[in-house]
């Protein structure tokens, strides 16, 4: 999924930890008992309590965290690279998403630094073809849209894979390849 080459230096990833973006907000799961249900035991009242006010606060807790986790993931001179050459994180992940749909066959969606110009830019690459030897952007991620790389959990609908991959991103990886290409 990621590029192997940070400034044109071979090196090991780091294990793909973090997650970003398309994930959908959790919701409080309906029980599947009344309220009442338990009684005498517990009583209506304390269940309506604890499910409706307790447990919906956890799941409200959790959304929040998340989308805190989300920024946190992307942050610093990255984010802000990122919200100047794209407008903003959700822009520049529908452009890379439309990128790496649009790859005719075999190929790879990239975000890549133009270090002329010292701003991000989204490429493709079809086949082989190496994003720094053929647009000369120094990679940063990238996106395998070969079939092998999803057929068999998403068959031939690439934009469902391409909806899951933002929640397998190491966006650490990507911080540090950012910045040692500034350098």
Same mark, same amino acid.
């Given at each position: 999924?990621?590029?192997?080459?940070?400034?044109?230096?071979?090196?090991?990833?780091?294990?793909?930890?973090?997650?970003?973006?398309?994930?959908?907000?959790?919701?409080?799961?309906?029980?599947?008992?009344?309220?009442?249900?338990?009684?005498?035991?517990?009583?209506?009242?304390?269940?309506?309590?604890?499910?409706?006010?307790?447990?919906?606060?956890?799941?409200?807790?959790?959304?929040?965290?998340?989308?805190?986790?989300?920024?946190?993931?992307?942050?610093?001179?990255?984010?802000?690279?990122?919200?100047?050459?794209?407008?903003? &994180?959700? !822009?520049?992940?529908?452009? *890379?998403?439309? =990128?790496?749909?649009?790859? @005719?066959?075999?190929?790879? %969606?990239?975000? #890549? &630094?133009? !270090?002329?110009?010292?701003? *991000?830019?989204? =490429?493709?690459?079809?086949? @082989?073809?190496?994003?720094? %030897?053929?647009? #000369?952007?120094?990679?940063?991620?990238?996106?395998?849209?070969?079939?092998?790389?999803?057929?068999?959990?998403?068959?031939?609908?690439?934009?469902?894979?391409?909806?899951?991959?933002?929640?397998?991103?190491?966006?650490?990886?990507?911080?540090?390849?950012?910045?040692?290409?500034?350098?």
């Amino acid at each position: 999924m990621l590029s192997r080459a940070v400034c044109g230096t071979s090196r090991q990833l780091a294990p793909v930890l973090g997650y970003l973006g398309s994930r959908q907000k959790h919701s409080l799961p309906d029980l599947p008992y009344d309220y009442g249900a338990l009684e005498p035991h517990i009583n209506a009242q304390i269940m309506q309590l604890h499910h409706s006010k307790h447990h919906a606060a956890y799941v409200n807790n959790l959304n929040v965290t998340e989308e805190k986790y989300q920024e946190a993931l992307a942050k610093g001179e990255l984010l802000e690279a990122i919200k100047r050459d794209f407008g903003s &994180f959700d !822009k520049f992940k529908e452009k *890379l998403t439309a =990128a790496s749909v649009g790859v @005719q066959g075999s190929g790879w %969606g990239w975000l #890549g &630094f133009n !270090k002329e110009r010292g701003h *991000l830019q989204i =490429a493709a690459c079809p086949n @082989q073809d190496p994003l720094q %030897g053929t647009t #000369g952007l120094i990679p940063l991620l990238g996106i395998d849209v070969w079939e092998h790389a999803y057929y068999l959990q998403y068959k031939n609908v690439r934009p469902d894979y391409l909806k899951a991959i933002w929640n397998v991103i190491n966006w650490e990886n990507v911080t540090e390849r950012y910045m040692a290409c500034k350098k």
